[in-house]
């Protein structure tokens, strides 16, 4: 495998941690950029919705590929805090498109599922593609800016010839995602019972959920087969989908609570009941192989988060 020149911006971040330790194993020569000032070896900061600033790194450093995870994430973030959701996800995407354009790097970016909005059917990656948007309605900005992010990369090929693939994830979890109120809904559970603080379960959703780990290794493995204009949805297996109750117990087990924690509620308003993904094309593409299923992927999770609150130490 040859070693590749890598940039992986949100690299401080949750998967982008978890990314640039994956890529990094295989001998690539990474750099991370985030906002964040960090020791980290390696790293650069820098915010994406400064041209100034992202230019002076593509100044100083040539790169073969772009991962670019950089974003606001979070429907409920991206409604309380949408400047920075559209100035970021957006503005943030085209600098990088401008930069692209002029430089010819490859880029993998980093969409989402939300994009599928509330689609009925089975999500394969081109019902964005053969669906009237009335029947892919995405029911908040977060996903509107993601599928936005796609659109513009999509026109960037047609206009200047790049190349960047795009990656759709599916409730990516595990270690180095620490808590916060716009987190997905694994890492806001385990969080609440290990501080033994209430917390609601949505009944009647359903969701797949992916091991940061397994998710990790089929991006790694993007660069050794790069194509132009595909997209990916990734996530854990078709029969390892639960119920969000299903999960909550799971890290009740865990951490060794009852569920008197929990308050059960009807399903969420705005909110997809239930996402069938198709994962056909990462796993024939990218050897996407999900290796950790929700209880061992839980536990772990868990461990982590004990270590990273000093819980029990």
């Given amino acids: 495998m040859d070693s590749k020149l890598i940039l992986v911006t949100g690299g401080a971040g949750f998967i ?25 070896d390696n790293y650069i900061r820098a915010d994406i919705r400064n041209f100034r600033q992202l230019e002076k790194v593509f100044e100083r450093q040539k790169f073969d590929h772009v991962y670019h995870l950089a974003a606001e994430y979070g429907r409920w973030n991206g409604e309380d805090y949408y400047e920075n959701l559209w100035q970021t996800n957006v503005v943030g995407t085209k600098h990088m498109l401008r930069l692209q354009e002029k430089l010819k790097f490859r880029m993998i970016f980093f969409s989402s599922a939300e994009v ?22 995405q029911m908040n900005d977060y996903a509107v800016t993601k599928w936005a992010g796609e659109l513009m990369c999509m026109n960037s090929a047609k206009m200047f010839n790049t190349e960047t693939v795009r990656v759709r994830p599916v409730n990516c979890y595990g270690p180095y995602e620490h808590y916060n109120p716009y987190r997905g809904f694994i890492p806001k559970f385990i969080y609440h019972t290990l501080f033994n603080k209430p917390y609601t379960v949505f009944k ?37 989908e639960r119920e969000i109750k299903e999960y909550s117990d799971l890290i009740l087990k865990a951490v060794g609570r009852d569920d008197t924690l929990v308050t059960y509620k009807d399903a969420e308003p705005f909110t997809t009941k239930i996402k069938t993904m198709d994962f056909t094309k990462s796993i024939r593409d990218l050897r996407h192989d999900p290796k950790v299923p929700p209880e061992e992927g839980i536990k772990k999770t868990v461990e982590w988060m004990k270590w990273y609150y000093r819980i029990g130490i």
């Fill in 116 to 137: 599928y909005g509330d689609y009925e059917g089975i999500m394969t990656e081109d019902v964005m593609i053969n669906n009237p948007i009335k029947d892919t309605y």
């Fill in 204 to 240: 009647g959703h359903k969701r797949i959920i992916d091991y940061v780990g397994d998710t990790t290794r089929t991006f790694a493995n993007i660069v050794d087969n790069f194509i132009p204009g595909e997209a990916y949805n990734v996530g854990g297996k078709q029969e390892w």
């Fill in 16 to 40: 982008g941690t978890n990314l640039v330790n994956e890529l990094r194993s295989r001998g690539h020569y990474v750099t991370a950029l985030d906002l964040y000032n960090t020791e980290r």
